[in-house]
T-cell receptor, first 111, second 114 residues
Framework: DVKVTQSSRYLVKRTGEKVFLECVQDMDHENMFWYRQDPGLGLRLIYF???????EKGDIPEGYSVSREKKERFSLILESASTNQTSMYLCASSLYKYGYTFGSGTRLTVV | QKEVEQNSGPLSVPEGAIASLNCTYSDRGSQSFFWYRQYSGKSPELIMFIYSNGDKEDGRFTAQLNKASQYVSLLIRDSQPSDSATYLC??????????????FGTGTRLTIIP
């Protein structure tokens, strides 16, 4: 089975901090994705990457950046954390057209 | 109009009955359709995908696709309490750069009543 691992299950950070969320997959998938999930708003795409060092903005990229230096690792960066970025962050990877496999999620609280 | 729409529920179904979950989408260019199940506090897990018009069956689950009506549904037969979860419909969309991404509905919360 594909495994997508997110480094932290829970994080608490202060407003203004730079925050790194890490995601690693072990199945050589080309595509990786970062979503956030909020009650009533569902899953919203922040950024995705279709190859090493290749990225594309999703639907809500403001306040975020990403890094993909190696195929298996995709990092989400909150440049200056704000309270409205408190959310559940989900990383996913995919093998073309066969749906996504999600990590277990990181619940981030910004205080 | 939202790109992917689902009735948020909650939908309550007696144990052993058929649960019917519905989803509509706006982009006629969409070609791939997915159903995910998400238990409370857990991440979504893929349960079915469908690409062609008609029905696709997998055990107690049947996905139905009607591209002309831009409608996809999930039927769960012989519903069990363990089926109680939020079900997310996802549809592929193409970006301006030609890359593919999944857009999700907000989910339908299903409760199976013993």
């Amino acid at each position: 089975d594909v495994k997508v691992t997110q480094s932290s299950r829970y994080l608490v950070k202060r407003t203004g901090e730079k925050v790194f969320l890490e995601c690693v997959q072990d199945m050589d998938h080309e595509n990786m994705f970062w979503y956030r999930q909020d009650p009533g708003l569902g899953l919203r795409l922040i950024y995705f990457s279709y190859d090493v060092k290749m990225k594309e903005k999703g639907d809500i990229p403001e306040g975020y950046s990403v890094s993909r230096e190696k195929k298996e690792r995709f990092s989400l960066i909150l440049e200056s954390a704000s309270t409205n970025q408190t959310s559940m962050y989900l990383c996913a990877s995919s093998l073309y057209k066969y749906g996504y496999t999600f990590g277990s999620g990181t619940r981030l609280t910004v205080v | 109009q939202k790109e992917v729409e689902q009735n948020s529920g909650p939908l309550s179904v007696p144990e052993g009955a058929i649960a019917s979950l519905n989803c509509t989408y706006s982009d006629r260019g969409s070609q791939s359709f997915f159903w995910y199940r998400q238990y409370s506090g857990k991440s979504p897990e893929l349960i079915m995908f469908i690409y062609s018009n008609g029905d696709k069956e997998d055990g107690r689950f049947t996905a139905q696709l009607n591209k002309a009506s831009q409608y996809v549904s999930l039927l769960i037969r012989d519903s069990q309490p363990s089926d109680s979860a939020t079900y997310l419909c996802a549809v592929n969309l193409y970006t301006n750069f030609g890359n593919e991404k999944l857009t999700f509905g907000t989910g339908t919360r299903l409760t199976i009543i013993p």
